[in-house]
């Protein structure tokens, strides 16, 4: 079993900044690949980014390139996410999630993961 629960969310001004984190536990973290969603209300949950269990390799949706990195802390067991530069259509309750498959590059699809957090909330105000 794994448990992932993330946190950093909030609310902010266009522009600004947060830094979302994902403590795993209960598992070899640091064998998976990991990945970031979201879903903002009346939509469904879209891919944001995602990074191989070394942390070498690291892929983004397109809205969110150049403003958005994802990283990750193997002796933390540990996966951020820092968000520049939000926009108001960054606003969604983001999930982490984790997967068991060892495929690679890692995957895109929420389906493809075997286990995710509950969301934290991220509103960026115009």
């Known amino acids: 079993q794994v448990q992932l629960v993330e946190s950093g969310g909030g609310w902010v001004q266009a522009g600004g900044s947060l830094r979302l984190s994902c403590a795993a536990s209960?598992?070899?973290?640091?064998?998976?690949?990991m990945g970031w969603f979201r879903q903002a209300p009346g939509k469904e949950r879209e891919f944001v980014a995602t990074i191989s269990w070394s942390g070498g390799s690291t892929y983004y949706t397109d809205s969110v390139k150049g403003r958005f990195t994802i990283s990750r802390d193997n002796a933390k067991n540990t996966m951020y996410l820092q968000m520049n530069s939000l926009k108001p259509e960054d606003t969604a309750v983001y999930s982490c999630a984790l997967d068991l498959s060892g495929t690679y590059p890692p995957p895109a699809r929420a389906g493809d993961y075997d286990y995710w957090g509950q969301g934290t909330q991220v509103t960026v105000s115009s």
């Open positions: 209960g598992r070899a973290f640091s064998r998976y690949a």
